[in-house]
């Protein structure tokens, strides 16, 4: 089952790529937004089909509301980038809801660093290369010169993300995302620990007296055939 938290920054992380999708950076041949570390690290934080909502559905909604032409090459783009990414990373992690950070949680769920780089480098040509395709495609073959001229910040729009989106996984209270929330005992339920502990160790005192008790009767039984023995001899 969903959780409520989860449900709630998947909205803010899809709203946040809208946002970035829809502002950009004038440069020759286009412009250059900056969605993608956000992008990248909603694919490293949750499975393949929430990055895509994030990634694709994002991008796709940041282009239909103000530059409609390309948005369905910004579905397909960011969309397959956010899959890659988070299945390569290793998608299927769970998801801490608690806030709490690093310390008091268990089991951590960081996906290897080299894991991390390799999705993150997967997730920019795939980008790069549907952007640069998908232009081509939208505006007729004409317009390879453009796309070729825009290519160098493609891959720095691209770039930007597979730095910036390890950062905040690594070094801000977003990692959180990253571990399982440690469950808290309640009064009741540490009570009943201790109880059971404390049963626990009674019983086995018992037992050890037992024992002792069986070995002393035991030796008892056996001292008392040897005499009978010796008795039945003389």
């Known amino acids: 089952m969903v959780s409520a ?6 909205a803010v992380l899809t709203a946040l790529t809208v946002v970035l999708s829809s502002f950009s950076i004038p440069v020759p041949g286009g412009h250059l937004y900056l969605n993608d570390t956000v992008i ?10 929430s990055a ?9 909604l940041g282009d239909f509301f103000f530059y409609p032409a390309p948005m369905f090459v910004s579905l397909a783009a960011h969309g397959l980038q956010a899959i890659a990414i988070s299945l390569i990373a290793g998608g299927m992690r769970k998801f801490s809801d608690n806030g709490e950070g690093k310390d008091g949680l268990k089991n951590k769920n960081v996906p290897p660093f080299w894991r991390v780089i390799l999705a993150l480098l997967t997730g920019a040509v795939i980008m790069v290369t549907g952007y640069t395709l998908g232009r081509v495609y939208v505006y007729g073959a004409k317009n390879w010169e453009a796309s070729l001229l825009k ?24 990692k ?7 469950e808290k005992k309640t009064e009741k339920q540490a009570e009943a620990d ?4 404390k049963s626990k160790t009674d019983a086995d005192e018992g037992h050890t007296e037992t024992d002792k008790e069986t070995f002393r009767q035991d030796k008892d039984y056996t001292e008392a055939n040897k005499e009978q023995s010796g008795g039945t001899e003389n």
């Open 176 to 182: 959180s995302l990253f571990y399982v929330k440690k």
């Open 5 to 10: 938290k989860k449900i709630c920054y998947i």
């Open 40 to 49: 990248c690290f909603a694919a490293l934080a949750f499975d393949p089909f």
């Open 52 to 60: 895509f909502i994030v990634g694709g559905i994002g991008a796709f």
């Open 151 to 174: 290519l160098p910040f493609e891959i720095l729009q691209a770039a930007f993300g597979v730095v910036a989106a390890p950062l905040l996984m690594y070094f801000t209270p977003l």
């Open 194 to 197: 201790k109880a059971g502990e």
